[in-house]
């Protein structure tokens, strides 16, 4: 009767380790599915904070360029007015990818290019002496574009 109580305890003992090690394994593997996830939607906010303001840039280089071309081209109060409305709107659209950006990515690189590519584009506004010192503002800010979109690109590569 003894070897039956002692084989019991020990069973009972056994099933209950077992369920504490299985429930400490199913715990880690839940950790582990969180992390991912986290991980997995950080990556995808500051993928769309890029691609949102490296669009948005790209919106307001085109609204300025327009808007000092028709000025060049000695076109009505009313259009430059238009153009200038259009343009207001779209620098204001900047705004939120930029913050967006600020917050979720702290490295330097990806910063500083998309301040330059945001200071590029803005020097549009004082390019509109002649045709080509507006096509050399435009293209300074594209390249600036690109410069930004490859730091972004390689900064997200190494943070995956």
Excluded: N
């Excluded at 096509?135 to 410069?147: F, G, Q």
Aim: a positive charge.
């Amino acid at each position: 009767m003894l070897v039956t109580l002692v084989t019991a305890a020990l069973a009972i003992v056994a099933t209950l380790l077992g369920a504490i090690v299985s429930g400490r394994f199913q715990e880690r593997a839940a950790e582990r599915s969180v992390r991912v996830s986290t991980g997995e939607a950080v990556r995808r906010d500051r993928l769309e904070a890029v691609t949102a303001l490296a669009c948005a840039v790209s919106d307001h280089r085109r609204a300025m360029w327009m808007r000092g071309d028709q000025a060049l081209k000695g076109a009505s109060t009313e259009r430059i007015e238009a153009l200038r409305g259009e343009s207001h709107m779209t620098r204001s659209a900047v705004t939120r990818p930029l913050v967006a950006l600020r917050v979720l990515i702290a490295d330097q690189a990806v910063r500083a290019a998309a301040d330059e590519m945001i200071t590029r584009t803005y020097a549009l506004r004082d390019a509109y002496a002649t045709t080509g010192d507006l096509t050399d503002a435009r293209e300074a800010a594209k390249v600036a574009h690109d410069l930004f979109v490859d730091a972004a690109a390689g900064y997200l590569s190494r943070t995956a």
